[in-house]
T-cell receptor, first 114, second 115 residues
């Protein structure tokens, strides 16, 4: 499978716990994006990487959220001290150097905070 | 500020009917990009089309067609002879410059095609 992959697909955690999600982009894609989607809404942009550099962060990305892409390949999104309001689908997308307007999405990680 | 409005929350049609999904956008930029994505029940967003602001030509791809009108800031999507497999949530999205990576999505339209 050469598409964007995300792990885990589902995560249930208790309020206050930390969680980490992983995204593996399409191999030749240098750009990587994280989005959050709540029920009945469209995805909301969280952050963007070009290679290993995090170039853009939304104001939605509070201090409890941190994203990394240490080697310019896979990326992780960590949420510390989770709150019930963090429950959502977290989507990762990637795009190529030559066609950066076309983002390919992964299947998402559904987070439920109890 | 950029904004995308999909006024139709849910649409239900019977198979073989034509259906149009509306999308209205707001942006102050003269260069921007519009997109449609499909999100089937499996959850993965599937890219359907991208349109640049300087290309107002309508596009047809099989049963799908898109009508881009800058005068009304609309980018509507029509499915001809709908099929049950077309049932999904469809999102319109806007990216308002080549240097802005914040792609703004509408709230989506849930299309149900009944047999």
């Amino acid at each position: 499978d050469t598409g964007v992959s995300q792990d885990p697909r589902h995560k249930i955690t208790k309020r206050g716990q930390n969680v980490t999600f992983r995204c593996d982009p399409i191999s030749e894609h240098n750009r990587l994006y994280w989005y959050r989607q709540t029920l009945g809404q469209g995805p909301e942009f969280l952050t963007y990487f070009q290679n290993e550099a995090q170039l853009e962060k939304s104001r939605l990305l509070s201090d409890r959220f941190s994203a990394e892409r240490p080697k310019g390949s896979f990326s992780t999104l960590e949420i510390q001290r989770t709150e019930q309001g963090d429950s959502a689908m977290y989507l990762c997308a990637s795009s190529s150097r030559t066609s950066h307007n076309e983002q390919f999405f992964g299947p998402g990680t559904r987070l439920t905070v109890l | 500020a950029q904004k995308v409005t999909q006024a139709q929350t849910e649409i239900s049609v019977v198979e073989k009917e034509d259906v149009t999904l509306d999308c209205v956008y707001e942006t102050r930029d003269t260069t921007y990009y519009l997109f449609w994505y499909k999100q089937p029940p499996s959850g993965e967003l599937v890219f359907l089309i991208r349109r640049n602001s300087f290309d107002e030509q309508n596009e047809i791809s099989g049963r799908y067609s898109w009508n881009f009108q800058k005068s009304t800031s609309s980018f509507n999507f029509t499915i001809t002879a709908s099929q049950v497999v077309d049932s999904a949530v469809y999102f319109c999205a806007l990216r308002d410059s080549p240097y802005n990576n914040d792609m703004r999505f509408g709230a989506g339209t849930r299309l149900t095609v009944k047999p």
